[in-house]
């Protein structure tokens, strides 16, 4: 069978399934609607928080980012995993403790203040809105190449399936849901790395082929890839070219972000108890770590494939994966001294080919000449990672709108019954929204992925920390952090990333930091003048400060937290 029918196939099976278990586990109330009736095991939390906290960003585009930048790639590597740690170990079990499923359910709490409250609705619906779009995006692409239907018909069938399981469903069809899509995602991503291990270094173990030499050759695979890098004019792909000051910003900005992501904060809800949210803490992190410590090695197979696949060829002897990825508009070959060979070099006068970082792992078992079921597989891997995670923030705005808004601030009285149905008319309101910029990408949704870290950094993990760790911590000292954070962020992003007071180089750079690490100062801040006004304004009420020494009091950590 050829790739279009496996791929057919495949994804049909998967989608089956996933609107079975959707059908199986429709929510009744808004408790199995927001946190899954809060019975989900600590292995089966941990595999679906594994499937959310691994979006299309994990499985296509961060092996892409590290294959084309090397080195400096490994700042996503480490920033992402960084803040899974730190959120599943620093801060999951106090929020979990506190009772709350929602960032600005504990913000608003925490703080005493609607204000407050209102402010962190608002970062969450940025954020959440954000990523959702870039992964209806991503369904799009797979869609696009892999069953060769144009991307916003892809994006229609996308938006369709999670509007199914996710509005339907809530938390508890997603949690379930998505530890399929682990399972579905994990062997689409081992299975293909597995193969080319084998293919370029005769070691089955990818993490180890990564280190090893090249089959039948005393060469090292990095060592091959360092010098076909220089050759062409790249940087050496072991050595990085960034500032130390930068890098460490730039992977501090996304632990400090990543670490108040809404969507998988909620996901420590949906076990019985307290002891339960740090075990399926530990299982996540399992499970993540068999992809992350994976990607590199992908990166580097793929950067040695694809160099001695197209570099210097023929373009009219491309295989057919090149074509079909020319239709796709992710791949642009431009004959510039009309001499029918490819010349894929640094030299931007005398580059010839242009290549989306997001297609290498898709397109890698393909160069690498896999059978077509294993190339089929990565699609159905890179659909169900890019869909578990779109259904996880959609039940984030879902919550932000029916609980936090009106629930909590515009109608106290409305019935369990009202709320979810406007739990789910906002998750269905949402789909269109996320389905309809999949569709229309804005212009600037690359700079606002970005200022959406920054924004989480600079505003929700400052709050959230102080706020379990501070018991001075004043609704005061809060607000006046998140927005001297947020404002530091938003002027430092027009500033240097969209040059609106004027243009700017890197160099102009504060202390040779990048926008994108900026998030890290923004943070800091945050801090300082939060701690400064809460020194010189009203001590927080008694109830408060005992509340916070209740969350952090390990006694009765084992008891069953009742749901607000």
Known sequence: MNVQTWTYLIVGITFLI????????????????????????????????????????????????????????????????????????????????FGKFTVPDFIGDRYYSQTARTVAIFAALIVSFTYVAGQMRGVGVVFSRFLEVDINTGVIIGMALVFIYAVLGGMKGITYTQVAQYCILIFAFMVPAIFISIQLTGNPIPQLGFGDTLANSDTYLLDKLDQLSVDLGFSTYTEGQKSMIDVFCITAALMLGTAGLPHVIVRFFTVPKVKDARSSAGYALAFIAILYTTAPAISAFARVNLIETVSERRYDAMPEWFNKWETTGLIAFNDKNNDGKIQYVSDVAKNELQIDRDIIV????????????????????????????????????????????????????????????????????????????????????????????????ASFFPAIILGIFYKRMNKEGAISGMIAGLGSMIFYILRFKFNTFGDTTPEDWWFGISPEGFGTIAMIINVIVSVIVAQFTATPPEEVTDMVEEIRYPKGASKEVVMH
């Not at 590597?77 to 929020?95: C, D, F, H, R, S």
């Open 18 to 97: 996933y609107i079975g278990i959707a059908i199986w586990s429709r929510a009744g109330s808004t408790k199995e609607f927001y946190v899954a009736g809060g019975g989900v095991s600590p292995f089966a939390n941990g595999m679906a928080t594994a499937a959310d906290w691994m979006s299309a960003a994990s499985f296509i585009s961060m092996a892409g980012l590290i294959s084309f930048m090397g080195y400096d790639g490994g700042v996503y590597l480490m920033g992402w995993t960084g803040g899974y740690v730190l959120l599943a170990l620093l801060l999951a079990p106090y929020l979990r403790k």
């Open 362 to 457: 898709l397109a890698n078992p393909e160069i690498a000449n896999l059978p077509n079921w294993v190339i089929a597989l990565v699609a159905a891997g890179a659909l169900a990672a890019a869909l578990s995670t779109a259904a996880g923030l959609l039940l984030v705005i879902s919550a932000s709108v029916s609980h936090d808004l009106l629930k909590k601030q515009l109608m106290p009285n409305i019935s369990e019954k009202g709320e979810l149905i406007a739990a789910r008319a906002a998750a269905a309101c949402a789909v269109v929204v996320a389905g309809y910029f999949g569709i229309n990408p804005p212009g600037f949704v690359a700079a606002v992925v970005a200022l959406a870290f920054g924004l989480a950094a």
